[in-house]
């Protein structure tokens, strides 16, 4: 997989390396060693928002080292997240969903046990073609229709929209999107494709809960054939793809969709275009929020990691850098609320995920 980096390359030279590893290990103590920047790992979504945020603390702080960010893929970002606390390890992970009960079990066995959860605003898993595109109006029917690698049971044999439904195009069936990895994806499968199904499975969606295993199966498993295009953690290359391929339909965070209206159309999910007006009233369907998740061992332990965050939350306003970057702005309460988790330094409770 191919990692953007940002500021600074993660990587280090063979003596960074040398000196990081000499590194005393505070982590049983309460600290987590010493390391002179900040790292972040995670989602291609929330990755310009932090990119933002580290440029910001550099212009504040002077003679503060750049913070070194990854876009690996919320997935990929907490593995790396989880395997333990340290110099060597990541500060920050950056998601585009809520953390899972069974990443915070991986992270409590490698000793990450005390996790800051702060959301710092909402995102929508946008779909999108090409100014000279067909105009799609999709449903969350169409797009399970379309994409399920085994819809009602059967194997996906759909070839053209029209196939998926008889009022859309005879065009082939072509989207790009994250891989299995990112959160968007996680997010397609549970706010659109899991809908979707629901809708003409009601068998199915009584299994959800009995039945894990055979609902991810028949409901948010997405067929390998072709029809859908795994385009790895770089959204940018998908807007590329859109331009060269005006049939085709990308998917990734709203905010790429933003910053691409000059040369991409929204594409209409069950009647709702995917704005930031929409998304910020949950009436868009692909309406998420977006998290950063901070081992609370590291604040003392890596310099500037206090400031980090608090830069963060002055920047989350809805008249603030992130949002002209992309970002939906989070209801106030919930402004509030993340500003006082990292006020307080609170950890969070992990009876509360799923």
Known sequence: MNRKRAIVAFAASSAAALA??????????????????????????????????AEQLINKTPGMKSPAIESTGTGGGMKLFCAGVGAAHPDIEDASRRM?????????????????EVQIGLDGVAFAESMSGPKLQLTAVDLYKALAATPMGQPNTAKTWKDVNPALPAIPIQVYGPPSTSGTRD???????????DAINPALADKKETDAAGYAKGCTAIREDGAYVDAGENDNLIVQKLQSNPNAIGIFGYS?????????????????????????????????????YVKKAHLTAIKGLRE???????????????????????????????????????????????
Do not use: M
């Open 100 to 116: 899972k009960a069974s990443e915070y079990r991986t992270c409590k066995d490698n000793g990450v046990d005390n996790i800051i």
């Open 256 to 292: 790429y969709l933003e910053q691409n209206k000059d040369k991409l159309n929204g594409v209409p999910i069950n009647g709702v275009e995917p704005t930031y007006e929409t998304i910020a009233r949950g009436a868009y369907p692909g309406s998420r929020p977006l998290y950063l």
């Open 308 to 354: 980090f965050l608090a830069v963060y939350a002055q920047s989350w306003d809805p008249k603030g850098p992130l949002v002209a970057k992309g970002l939906i702005a989070a209801p106030d309460d919930v402004r509030k609320r993340s500003a006082a988790i990292i006020k307080a330094e609170a950890s969070l409770d992990p009876s509360k995920l799923l």
């Open 187 to 197: 997010a397609l499968a549970e706010l659109i494709l899991a809908k979707g199904c």
């Open 20 to 53: 990081l590893s000499a590194c005393q290990d505070q982590a049983n103590g309460g600290g987590a060693g010493s390391r002179d920047h900040i790292t972040v790992v995670g989602s291609s979504t929330v990755f310009p928002f932090t990119t933002i945020v």
